[in-house]
């Protein structure tokens, strides 16, 4: 709600949130009446859900209207928690199940998505397996979906042993887990696994991650990625390897290296990332990202994408903060800059001043293209 398909920003002529609870029933409601082609359009999204048993719920879902259509659109659903926290001697067993059907007047017709997940762990293990089903023209429009006409099923195993002994090492994690994607006639499309060798937390709360992965991907169409180039339709297959590691995190000073190497599509790729974090006293929060993401393709010519991004934020009091984000990438060739003010005047209360500016990279220099300036006010009443 408030961006269109190309993302970017609708103006929002009035937005409505109720959220509570009523005895063992949460409620939450929003409406929103959004600017469209043919006048002012109406988009509501509603939830009610009951406890029951101990820890498990029951729940419905719908949402109304298309905030990027004068069509309509319309979503129902209904899903179904489980929860045991005392489960064969003192594991915790969860199960999720639900389903969804969508309407469009543009398309016509009602198409549906379920999915179930269920998930068994404890101290030393993290057992979990899921399927979700996306019908051809599954289609929210106050949503996102990744692909249609698609089923994935899910598998996941991990073991996490502790080290009482070694006063510097707290606990590893080792694990397997695979995905498979297919077509609604169970014709395989894309296959992931990925082995994690061993991830070690370290008594520091620094933690390092070593992880092994295979894809095989079958595109029946040729398509483009970022950078512009196009991988052709065929069936591919690839291994790649990823380091990555946490170091500083309870310091003022923090670094998240990574380091991934493998194939990609009928090429090989390397993708190396720098984060980093500094805190020099409480109210004021550096960070800083930097992204490489280099392609040997056999049939074009190189890819290299930079991504650069850097962020201040200053708290004056912990209900007034101002924060700037700056982000460029040498694909685009442009340079985003966001600058957000947010005052908390009451509790659950909040008022947004947000200033967005874009700029282009030209011969002469970075000439601004876009700039925005949106102002949100929230009010909370309680009853």
């Keep these: 709600i408030g961006l269109s398909r190309e993302g970017e920003v609708m103006p929002v002529h009035f937005a409505g949130k109720v959220t509570g609870r009523i005895n063992d029933y949460n409620v939450g409601l ?33 949402t109304l209207g298309d905030p990027n259509s ?15 926290s005392d489960f064969m001697g003192g594991r915790i067993f969860e199960l999720n199940l639900y389903a969804l059907s969508s309407h469009s007047e543009e398309t ?10 269920t998930k068994l762990y404890d101290r030393n293990i993290d057992l979990s397996a899921s399927v979700i089903e996306i019908g051809d023209e599954f289609n929210p429009a106050m949503g996102f979906v990744r692909r249609q006409g698609t089923r994935r099923y899910m598998v996941e195993a991990d073991f996490i042993p502790y080290y009482d002994h070694i006063p510097w090492l707290r606990k590893s994690r080792h694990g397997y887990e695979a995905e498979l994607y297919t077509d609604l006639g169970n014709n395989v499309v894309n296959t992931k696994q990925s082995f994690g060798l061993g991830t070690l937390y370290f008594e520091s709360q620094d933690f390092a991650s070593l992880k092994v992965s295979h ?21 591919y297959e690839w291994w790649d390897i990823r380091l990555s590691s946490f170091i500083g995190i309870n310091r003022p000073l923090l670094f998240m290296p990574s380091y991934k ?12 990332g720098f984060d980093t974090r500094y805190i020099p006293w409480k109210k004021l929060t550096l960070k800083a990202s930097y992204s490489l993401n280099l392609i040997d393709w056999e049939q074009f010519e190189d890819s290299t994408i930079n991504v650069i991004s850097g962020t201040l934020q200053y708290s004056f009091t912990p209900d007034l903060v101002i924060s700037n984000l700056i982000q460029y990438d040498d694909i685009s060739n442009s ?4 600058s ?18 874009g700029y282009v990279d030209e ?18 009443f309680r009853f």
């Design 30 to 62: 929003l409406d929103a009446v959004v600017e469209g082609d043919n006048g002012p359009r109406n988009t509501f999204v509603g939830r009610i859900s009951r406890n029951i048993f101990e820890q498990s719920s029951v729940g419905f879902l719908t």
């Design 70 to 84: 004068d069509e309509m659109n319309a979503v129902v659903g209904t899903d179904f928690h489980f929860r045991d």
């Design 108 to 117: 016509g017709g009602i198409d549906p998505a379920w999915g179930a997940s």
């Design 215 to 235: 894809t095989t991907d079958r595109p029946d169409k040729d398509f483009k990625i970022s950078d512009g180039s196009t991988i052709p339709a065929g069936n």
């Design 261 to 272: 190497v493998g194939g990609f599509y009928d090429g090989t790729r390397q993708m190396i």
């Design 335 to 338: 340079m985003g800059v966001n």
């Design 340 to 357: 957000r003010f947010q005052w908390e005047y009451k509790p659950g209360a909040k008022m947004f001043f947000v200033l967005n500016q």
């Design 363 to 380: 011969i002469t220099g970075f000439v601004i293209k876009d700039l925005e300036l949106v102002a949100k006010i929230g009010a909370l």
